[in-house]
């Protein structure tokens, strides 16, 4: 923090009751004190000021504002004075802010440099970051982003931090999310426990609403004040949940009063309806019934809510029905939609499948500039030329066709384009069919997805149901989602989307890949991202390995440039030329680090030639001098020293590195301490985390309490929590389950899981993180309940 208390993190605290000082972006709907940020906030609802440089989009805005930049607020009742769009819906108080503020409800001041988001902020609220402290009731001091709704005591964190209802103290050093705590909190990782009635001591974030008990975890929960059932094959949040809740994906509803059917994690507080998704929904005060396939995002919502995807439209008082997530502030009418919308001060009806937002077009009235043909979309879309599609799409000097249900952006396309998703592929010279966006500059074969795809240079035929982004493939693709190889030479199959650029091979996934340079095979149920690969690529997780000169073989996505052996892991892993040691308890990716590094966070500082020592993820690159920032850095070629309390991100790192944050800094030559999760590609020195560490092509030990996901690993391994490590030339000691492909040792699980000291039974297809688990744990997707006293029956993430 600053020495006036200013923290240097967006905060997002809603219900804040005090003011609001932060220099990063802050959403903080129902805001009762003052906000001040120079950086783009979204506050509707606002009866405060608003003072902000950055664009803000604030529908229903009752104040003034003050921008300097084009702003889209529907229902303005105030004025506007911005130098950047504002997007503040409802706001009753003034607008000055250097960047665009999302608080919803805000009825004080808002002071901030950058967005925050504190809905209901009762107290005062100082950060350099965004927060989200939702019935914030004290004071609010981090440098970090938070998000502690209701909290009732003190609040000072290094990380964001997310405690509502917290009735203590909260000093941790990573963000949490603790609604209703009672007790004193003190954790160096964020965590999510709304409704906490004992103390809580993590050292990884958790999410536990309604804890009666006390919290001692090493991975994160999120359950706040469950009231009700909770059967969900996904991780859960769902702070003061009264019904009940079947999701097969995370979900986080506060406040949840009725009941909650989702496939995909869900945050909706105050849902006084029923929720039936198949994604993840964050509706704050939901007064109707809410089904979507989607993650929705719709406060004040005063009708009903049937979307397969996340919405967000504040003020709703028509019907809703879209497929992808919308966010029509004040809307009056209905909306019909399969994507998300952004239409301020709508009062006619809206059918769409996307959002759309075309000035000047010609035929129907969208929003694409430049249109000299017809425009049929339900989404936004910015293409000169002929444009018929349901959603947005932005292709600037269209010369074929364009038919596509999802906005699309490729300039100089040469051929059609059916889509019915967005698509963005420049020089497209052969056909395009898709049913997502897809961005593939310089197509030369055709392209059938049903997702958005982003291959340039596209040499190749292109089917993939999934957005695919692979510039320069000179084979074929199909895949079932988003992709993105550019290079590729070989043929690519995946169900999931890829990102290989010149895959010289061939590439089966089912899974996103990004494997830049591929010049073997690629077969992976998951997404990959191995640019230069030269050898085989066989993964059911993305991977990211630049310059991978061997095999690969992973189940899990990894990310190793310049590996020149072999890899194989069940886990991502991002560590380009690691030449020195690496001890973190956290991820870490830094490329070209020449020095040490020592982190209990994750860094990716290219090109460090200095010391780096942070408590949060930095980028800074060409840095010459020193860096001390309590904010994330992103200096490339940094030449001096760094001290942060942020992540820092320094590829090329020459100097030490001291950070209590994860670090991804490829090519490190020093020495890497961290207590959080590190992704080092070769590194050639011992490694020693507490945390899940991805390190390719490991040549010295790997001590981890955490999983790990380090492929062609020539040390040992010692770990209590899943691991994903292919290709272990060492030994592997996990009390978990554990699913590393290419294992030469022993291995006996369905699926990485992480359970340390676990006292029940485990029973689980997919990996899980559960420390202490006391009780029986049935699940068949990852879970993270540390101290959980309970049963666990979860398909897929579960926080009790």
Do not use: F
Request: glycine share 20%; proline share 13%; no cysteine.
């Amino acid at each position: 923090t600053t020495e006036t208390g200013e923290p240097s993190q967006p905060t997002g605290l809603p219900g804040l009751e005090g003011e609001v000082e932060a220099s990063q972006p802050i959403g903080l709907p129902g805001l009762e004190g003052e906000v001040e940020a120079s950086q783009p906030i979204g506050l509707p609802g606002l009866e405060g000021e608003v003072e902000a440089s950055q664009p803000i989009d604030l529908p229903g805005l009752e104040g003034d504002v003050e921008a300097s930049q084009p702003i889209g607020l529907p229902g303005l009742e105030g004025e506007v004075e911005a130098s950047q769009p504002i997007g503040l819906p409802g706001l009753e108080g003034e607008m000055e802010a250097s960047q665009p503020i999302g608080l919803p409800g805000l009825e004080g001041e808002v002071e901030a440099s950058q967005p925050i988001g504190l809905p209901g902020l009762e107290g005062e609220v100082e950060a350099s970051q965004p927060i989200g402290l939702p019935g914030l009731e004290g004071e609010g001091e981090a440098s970090q982003p938070i998000g502690l709704p209701g909290l009732e005591g003190e609040v000072e964190a290094s990380q964001p931090i997310g405690l509502p209802g917290l009735e203590g103290e909260v000093e941790a050093s990573q963000p949490i999310d603790l609604p209703g705590l009672e007790g004193d909190v003190e954790a160096s990782q964020p965590i999510g426990l709304p409704g906490l009635e004992g103390e809580v001591e993590a050292s990884q974030p958790i999410g536990l609403p309604g804890l009666e008990g006390e919290m001692e975890a090493s991975q994160p929960i999120g359950l706040p004040g469950l009231e009700g059932e909770v059967e969900a094959s996904q991780p859960i949040g769902l702070p003061g949940l009264e019904g009940e809740v079947e999701a097969s994906q995370p979900i986080g509803l506060p406040g949840l009063e009725g009941e909650g059917e989702a496939s995909q994690p869900i945050g909706l507080p105050g849902l006084e309806g029923e929720v039936e998704a198949s994604q993840p929904i964050g509706l704050p005060g939901l007064e109707g019934d809410v089904e979507a396939s989607q993650p929705i995002g719709l406060p004040g919502l005063e009708g009903e809510v049937e979307a397969s995807q996340p919405i967000g439209l504040p003020g709703l008082e028509g019907d809703v029905e879209a497929s992808q997530p919308i966010g029509l502030p004040g809307l009056e009418g209905e909306v019909e939609a399969s994507q998300p919308i952004g239409l301020p001060g709508l009062e006619g009806d809206v059918e769409a499948s996307q959002p759309i937002g075309l000035p000047g077009l010609e035929g129907d009235p969208i929003g694409l500039p430049g249109l000299e043909g017809e425009v049929e979309a339900s989404q936004p879309i910015g293409l000169p030329g002929d444009v018929e599609a349901s959603q947005p799409i932005g292709l600037p000097g269209l010369e074929g066709e364009v038919e596509a249900s999802q906005p699309i952006g490729l300039p100089g396309l040469e051929g059609e384009v059916e889509a019915s998703q967005p698509i963005g592929l420049p020089g497209l010279e052969g056909d395009v069919e898709a049913s997502q966006r897809i961005g593939l500059p310089g197509l030369e074969g055709e392209v059938e997805a049903s997702q958005p795809i982003g291959l340039p240079g596209l040499e190749g035929e292109m089917e993939a149901s999934q957005p695919i982004g692979l510039p320069g493939l000179e084979g074929e693709m199909e895949a079932s989602q988003p992709i993105g190889l550019p290079g590729l030479e070989g043929e690519v199959e995946a169900s999931q989307p890829i990102g290989l650029p010149g895959l010289e091979g061939e590439v089966e996934a089912s899974q996103p890949i990004g494997l830049p340079g591929l010049e073997g095979e690629g077969e992976a149920s998951q997404p990959i991202g191995l640019p230069g690969l030269e050898g085989e690529v066989e993964a059911s997780q993305p991977i990211g390995l630049p310059g991978l000169e061997g095999d690969v073989e992973a189940s899990q996505p990894i990310g190793l440039p310049g590996l020149e052996g072999e890899v194989e892991a069940s886990q991502p892993i991002g560590l380009p030329g690691l030449e020195g040691d690496v001890e973190a308890s956290q991820p870490i990716g830094l490329p070209g680090l020449e020095g040490e590094v020592e982190a209990s966070q994750p860094i990716g500082l290219p090109g460090l030639e200095g010391d780096v020592e942070a408590s949060q993820p930095i980028g800074l690159p060409g840095l010459e001098g020193d860096v001390e920032a309590s904010q994330p850095i992103g200096l490339p070629g940094l030449e001096g020293d760094v001290e942060a309390s942020q992540p820092i991100g320094l590829p090329g790192l020459e100097g030490e590195v001291e950070a209590s944050q994860p670090i991804g800094l490829p090519g490190l030559e020093g020495e890497v301490e961290a207590s959080q999760p590190i992704g080092l590609p070769g590194l050639e020195g011992d490694v020693e985390a507490s945390q899940p560490i991805g390190l390719p092509g490991l040549e010295g030990e790997v001590e981890a309490s955490q999983p790990i996901g380090l492929p062609g690993l020539e040390g040992d391994v010692e770990a209590s929590q899943p691991i994903g490590l292919p290709g272990l030339e060492g030994d592997v000691e996990a009390s978990q389950p554990i699913g590393l492909p290419g294992l030469e040792g022993e291995v006996e699980a369905s699926q990485p899981i992480g359970l340390p000291g676990l006292e029940g039974e485990g029973e689980a297809s997919q990996p899980i993180g559960l420390p202490g688990l006391e009780g029986e744990v049935e699940a068949s997707q990852p879970i993270g309940l540390p101290g959980l006293e309970v049963d666990v029956e979860a398909y897929l993430w579960i926080i009790l």
